[in-house]
Nanobody, 123 residues
Framework: QVQLVESGGGLVQAGGSLRLSCAAS????????MGWFRQAPGKDREFVAT???????AYADPVKGRFTISRDSTKNTVYLQMNSLKPEDTAVYYC?????????????????WGRGTQVTVSS
């Protein structure tokens, strides 16, 4: 059974940084893709960043140059380093995973999801 557990959310002032972590267990195949999505109140869940098993990455335009996704295969963990945070980054951030060898940018492409971690950026 695949389980994803996010951590690292919190309250930060605009311009600050946070690093989110997602610990994965139960992923049994070598090729998998992990991603980050976010959902603000009253809005749809949106893609943030993704990294496949080989290290290929993709980012949503609003976070390019500010966020960095990385993976530590020894710890089965994916990270999202978020710098220069803005109030519009406020959302619940979700980790997702799927067995594939491609980067995935659509929520419906992912089979496994964490419960989310709240990120609040104050102005």
């Amino acid at each position: 059974q695949v389980q994803l557990v996010e951590s690292g959310g919190g309250l930060v002032q605009a311009g600050g940084s946070l690093r989110l972590s997602c610990a994965a267990s139960g992923l049994t195949y070598r090729t998998d893709t992990m991603g980050w999505f976010r959902q603000a109140p009253g809005k749809d869940r949106e893609f943030v960043a993704t990294a496949d098993w080989s290290g290929r990455t993709a980012y949503a335009d609003p976070v390019k140059g500010r966020f960095t996704i990385s993976r530590d295969s020894t710890k089965n963990t994916v990270y999202l380093q978020m710098n220069s945070l803005k109030p519009e980054d406020t959302a619940v951030y979700y980790c997702a995973a799927d067995y594939t060898s491609y980067v995935l940018t659509t929520a419906t492409d992912y089979d496994y999801w964490g419960r989310g971690t709240q990120v609040t950026v104050s102005s």
